[in-house]
DNA sequence: AATAAATAGATGTTTATACATTAAATGTAT
DNA sequence: ATACATTTAATGTATAAACATCTATTTATT
């Protein structure tokens, strides 16, 4: 059964091809967000917390400030600082003190973070590999467009 | 200035074109809900109140029920029940009894609702109008991608 | 050095979201 | 017709998001 996005969200009719992608995009992405928190809830965390763990496991034990978090977290706008509490109190990351700057706090992944992270990949690989129905060009050039799409902002 | 969804997320490698993909499609998709949010706020209303009255308009004044408002949203698991709340404090929307089900409660959109719509009319197209950069064919073959990419979900 | 500005992160608060439950009306089966 | 299941929408509740404010520390200015 072909499913369009048409049929998800019943419009039969759309004001050009870009308004028809515009919210395929949107509808798409809430789709994809929303098999990925089915995936962590067993877990018990959000994907905000996940993508905070991702990112200090790429770290490889190497320490990392709370902003450099943020600048690298796929949702610019969340409370970095809330999401590493959470991940406290799960024992899934720990808070070390900055010497050289007592603003900032280095934040590092636990044992218990990395072997969560571990557990789940193999969920969120088969998340990913949804996208491998398109050819790796096809990826690459949807990627370009992307980020061409963002580009209106810096001009 | 070029801009990459490696700059953007600080990320240099990716273990394939199809994660670069996806963190670029969860990435862009969060740019865009806050780029469209900021349109909004200044009209006191979210994305998913004016993705309501996008589907109350489109009814041009036949009433639509509740339930049917939900399958057509972009959003699958908003609470619209509490959505038509807000729009009718707001006087952007009323609630009508439905006489052959008394369960089901019509929503029409009422003067207010359709002149806001006609004031955010030239934002939203303006913010649908960064997908012109592509091709129309290419914004074709994107949306089918899409389209394509939920499949896996229904096999 | 003293003052002002900027930065890092935490916290307060309001609103929205996620998820479960409830209540009423309708549909179905025996 | 009665009992049971299903549908429709509303509500309860805990958590998270959005946004502003605050405090401590560092940097810049005069």
Redesign the pocket.
Known sequence: MIMSIETDIKQKKFRSPYQRLALNLVYTSNWL??KQ??IF?DYD?????YNVLRILRGQKSVPI????I?ERML?K??????????LLVKNLAE?KS?P???????VVITKEGLDLLEKLDPFVEEWENRFSIISPDDAERFSALLDKLRESDNQ
Chains 1, 2 share one sequence.
């Open positions: 967000g929303y928190l089915e809830k965390i959000t994907s905000q917390q400030k709370v902003s450099e943020t949702d706008n969340s409370n970095t600082s809330r999401l590493v509490d959470k808070r900055c050289n700057d007592r603003r900032a706090v280095d």
